[in-house]
């Protein structure tokens, strides 16, 4: 099945329904799919065939989904740009992945050599393609970029039924909205997944923005009545700061869905109290979208949620022999994982083995099936020969009232080899004591865990997602800062 087909089968369902909402702009499922086909019919024109690789580079929008949905409808292989990208990490992007046309960008910069650039706009002449171009199952439909910031981007290669699959498991997961408010970046796997393609596989109506802004976003809440709500943790909290956002009507939100980033426990708790729904947090990678979920009704806050139906896992030590009892890294199996690595075996063959994709996520399962992610097994810090996972040592550090979130890193120590260092955003309100939280750190873990120097910050450095960027973490040095001594 073409992936692409699941617009079709909801144009057909819900043809006068708005498909996607940006702003005054309403656009029927009818009117997505005619755009779609039209796109697809130029690039077939332009002599794209089945299996030729398409970019596109567009904000979220109708124009996006339209060209994304266009490129898989002529059978062509889609991979999406971030817009924010340089002109020189674009390029290496489009040549890593093939492609010789790009739908939008930057319409001042001539594209690459070798690489025809299509206006969205332009395709609107050409004639509908009449059907969508058929594919296999198993063959390729997206490049998925884990990053394009590199000197060497990886995609992972998924398949039309990796697609099909992904967007089956969200409705099922979530149900069927009516709506949702969908602002995470529809360039990533996060705004991707769970979404763009779950929210079109469900018929509903996705209301977006082309860049964040959250007074827009809590108006549209409001006065459009939706009641799911796809972000990532970062805009919780920016919604959250909002001066009026407890003078406005909430009560339709039902739902909100968070991904890219671990939501912070108390942004969590903080966010569910004051728009009174349930917060669900999942977990995905680049290599397999979508592999666990926290479900209405059935959540555990601060875990990852329960395997989706069909994901197979284990978790293994550093030999790669499973590990019966406690954490280890997670292994997945199952039709979420991608094919592997475009045109990259040897990166492929190191997290692809027997079928089973290693995440590199340091996890462990509770007794009633909830999956924990505690650090990535690359952030693992060792202390005189003791592990320490960071990100079980910054939960226990925000549950102090002064701290509002905190990053664990490795400090050099010529004696144990790492000490442990915690930068803090401090909570407003409050001053840091960095006596006073070690004091109330050796109270709560081993005594090789606490750590040994703290300093404050006035932000953590973020990815686009809100992803932790924990190894762009520096103390400050002792001239900078005297309080962070040890």
Known sequence: MNFAEILTASAAAHPDRPAVCLGPERVTYAELY????????????????????????????????????????????????????????????????????????????PPAPGVTRIDPADAAAAEPLKEPVPRADDDTALLLYSSGTTSGPKAAEMTHHNLVWSSDAMVAAVGAPSAALCVAPFFQGFGQGCGMNGMLRAGATIHTQERWNAAAALDTLEHERVPLLQAVPA???DLLELPDVHERDRSALQLCMTGGAATPLDLLKRF?????CEVLEGYGVTEALRVSMNRPGRRRAGSIGVLLEGVEHRFVDSAGDDVVDGAGELVIRGPNVMRGYWGQPEATAEVLRDGWLYTRDLSYEDEDGFLWVIGRVDDLISRGGYKVHPVEVERLLAEHPAVAEAAVIALPDERLGSEIGAAVVVAEGHELDTEELREFMRERVAKWKYPRRIWAVPSLPRGITGKLLRRE?????????????R
Do not use: K, W
């Not at 779609?36 to 109708?62: D, T, W, Y």
């Not at 569910?272 to 009174?276: A, C, G």
């Not at 973490?473 to 001594?485: C, G, L, Q, W, Y």
């Open 34 to 109: 005619d755009r779609a086909l039209r796109i697809a019919s130029a690039l077939r024109e332009r002599g794209h065939e089945a299996g030729s690789v398409v970019a596109v580079m567009l904000q979220n929008g109708p124009e996006f989904v339209a060209a994304y949905f266009g490129v898989l409808l002529a059978g062509s292989v889609v991979t999406a740009v971030n817009p924010l990208l340089t002109p020189g990490e674009v390029d290496r992007l489009l040549e890593n992945a093939g492609a010789r046309t790009l739908i939008g960008g930057d319409p001042e910069r």
């Open 473 to 485: 973490v520096a103390p400050p040095t002792p001239d900078e800062d005297p309080a962070a001594s």
């Open 235 to 237: 805009m919780c909290h």
């Open 272 to 276: 569910e109290h004051e728009f009174d």
